[in-house]
């Protein structure tokens, strides 16, 4: 019982989850920026780790594509 509870706690149960853990060197990056700041990184999955260049404009979210105007239905 103390060993589930044990592999419950550990980051590596949240991996498998689908989420990753960005680090530079030692230190673990919780911020976009701080990513951007660190120029590589390692990015590590659940079923393994890659090395990874960052860069890029900064912007975070996609652009919003034009909606198009509804035609009057009257």
Request: hydrophobic share 40%; charged share 25%.
């Amino acid at each position: 019982a103390l060993e589930r509870l044990r592999a419950s706690l550990s980051y590596r149960s949240t991996l498998a989850r689908g989420y990753a853990v960005v680090r530079s060197g030692d230190r673990v990056l919780t911020s976009a920026a701080a990513a951007r700041a660190a120029g590589t990184v390692e990015i590590e999955f659940a079923d393994g780790q890659v090395d990874a260049v960052t860069g890029g404009s900064g912007r975070t979210t996609k652009p919003r594509a034009a909606t198009p105007k509804q035609e009057s239905l009257f």
